[in-house]
């Protein structure tokens, strides 16, 4: 006679049967998000050090200076941080790091049976985020143009080890944003079958590819665009400076 499953003990939050570390990852993921959130917002209210020859800081790009004390990194970081926000992948995370809704698989939840799907406000946003992509990718060429215009030194062209970390930064940017699902659904969300090798295909297949890691670039890009900015803060105040390759 075969067993009978199991059952949990206890019910709420928090009761499970797993024996193994479950914690681990929502508390990693909740102290990494937690750390990104506060030390950009408190880079965004300091107003300084955000710029240093030809290196601009990615919070602070595009650069809109209208003055009156107010923080340029205040008018444009509502974009990618929407973006983040409203992302497929960054919803579960911070679901389950700080809603614990749930916390991990076969782990008890805190408000269980009450999920209503993002139809509610404030979740009804999330829908928003095919639109943020939209911004995104205009926030994508700029940083591109950032990165370019980090060869143009006052004594001429050369490269800096600024110059590799705004490179690597809207590279890291661009494998997120264009692994994004809203990206594989407007090249391919509407096609029945693709004809192999056209261009349509091509970017469908390549956005695939980077789709399948989008957890590993989400973070690689969220932590490489902190990086680039405390890079550029530090070279900016005179803690280190830059190292000109050629």
């Not at 030390?39 to 050090?49: D, G, M, V």
């Not at 497929?88 to 911070?94: E, G, L, M, V």
Request: glycine share 10%; charged share 15%.
């Amino acid at each position: 006679m075969a067993n009978s499953p199991r059952t949990m003990e206890k019910s709420g939050f928090g009761a499970t049967q797993r024996t193994d570390a479950w914690w681990l990852q929502p508390v990693a993921t909740a102290a990494g998000l937690g750390a990104f959130v506060v030390y950009s917002t408190l880079r965004a209210f300091e107003n300084n050090f955000y710029t240093v020859g030809p290196y601009l800081s990615p919070f602070y790009s595009p650069l809109i200076d209208i003055g009156m004390g107010i923080s340029p990194a205040l008018l444009i970081l509502w974009a990618p941080a929407g973006f983040r926000t409203t992302c497929y992948y960054y919803r579960k995370a911070y679901y389950r790091a700080f809603f614990r809704d749930p916390a991990a698989c076969a782990v008890g939840e805190s408000n269980e049976h009450k999920y209503c799907g993002e139809t509610k406000f404030p979740f009804i946003l999330q829908n928003l985020h095919r639109f943020m992509f939209y911004v995104a990718v205009i926030f994508i060429f700029i940083l591109w143009h950032d990165a370019y215009k980090a060869f143009f030194f006052e004594d001429g062209v050369g490269m800096g080890v600024g110059t590799i970390v705004m490179i690597l930064n809207a590279t890291f940017l661009s494998g997120y944003t264009f692994g994004c699902h809203s990206f594989r659904h407007l090249i391919g969300g509407k096609r029945d079958t693709f004809q192999d090798g056209n261009a349509s295909h091509g970017c469908w297949m390549g956005a695939s590819k980077l789709n399948a890691k989008h957890m590993n670039w989400a973070w690689l890009s969220l932590f490489w665009v902190g990086f680039t900015d405390f890079y550029v803060r530090s070279v900016a105040s005179g803690l280190f400076s830059d190292f000109r390759i050629f």
